[in-house]
């Protein structure tokens, strides 16, 4: 057996035993450079993650992409598109009625809202804002405009479920707004319920200044730097 193929059969037997590996395991299992290993994995194909920081490394193959090209292995996740910028432009582009950030995130299980001034601005998407929520749209005009018309409908619909009452949040929906809030708050310590709450709004997240304090209350959490304008 030529020396190559013997070499791309024993990658094959690593990710045989482990679906997923970062480049580092793959060269000390094979006794060979990360160089050598890319070469090999080039030449059987292979897919990066698009979190972690693409560190890790599946065969062409491997992954069983669900309906939205996604797939993932112990919470390490891999797109059909590559790229994350690749892989966020076909969720929006095939959304019925525009994407929000926090939309985004529950799909793809990262946060975007970083980056998703670079994608308008190279093209990727469009964006529309509406008050505190940003929605994003396909950056193609004919879909553009259907969905700018469904995610009206959608807000005329909401508006008027809203009328006269609160708005009701599931349970699940209300866990993800408090998991939310506490990752903000993890992420930029130093900011107080008034900012958090911008944060969330920008995002596309319902939670408001009212919610993140009652968050805080309840799991005593201090509510220092807070700013509450009146």
């Known amino acids: 057996m030529p020396k190559r193929k013997a070499n791309t059969h024993l990658l094959k037997e690593v990710f045989r035993n482990k679906p997923v590996s970062e480049l580092q395991e793959l060269s000390e299992s094979l006794g060979t450079s990360k160089r050598t290993v890319m070469r090999y994995l ?55 009625a525009g994407m929000t950030a926090g939309e985004l995130k529950r799909k793809l299980h990262v946060r975007v809202d970083s980056r ?22 396909s950056a193609k ?8 018309a469904n995610r009206a409908k959608m807000l005329k619909k909401s508006n008027k479920t809203d009328t006269g009452r609160k708005k009701v949040i599931t349970n699940r929906e209300m866990a993800m707004n408090v998991i939310e809030t506490l990752v903000t708050k993890i992420e930029h310590p130093d900011w107080g319920v008034v900012e958090i709450s911008k944060d969330l709004v920008r995002r596309g997240i ?11 209350e309840f799991l005593k959490l201090s509510k220092k730097n807070s700013n509450r304008e009146t």
């Open 141 to 148: 005009q004919p879909r553009r405009d259907v969905q700018m």
């Open 206 to 216: 319902d939670m408001p200044v009212e919610g993140v304090e009652a968050t805080f």
């Open 42 to 96: 080039r030449k059987v194909g292979y897919h990066t993650s698009y979190n972690l920081n693409s560190r890790y490394y599946a065969l062409e193959g491997t992954p069983q992409f669900d309906e939205d090209g996604l797939w993932s292995y112990k919470g390490i996740w891999f797109s059909r598109y590559a790229t994350l910028r690749k892989t966020v432009r076909s969720l929006v582009e095939k959304s019925e």
């Open 116 to 137: 998703m001034g670079i994608f308008v601005t190279d093209g990727e998407v469009s964006s529309e804002r509406y008050g505190h929520i940003c929605v994003y749209y």
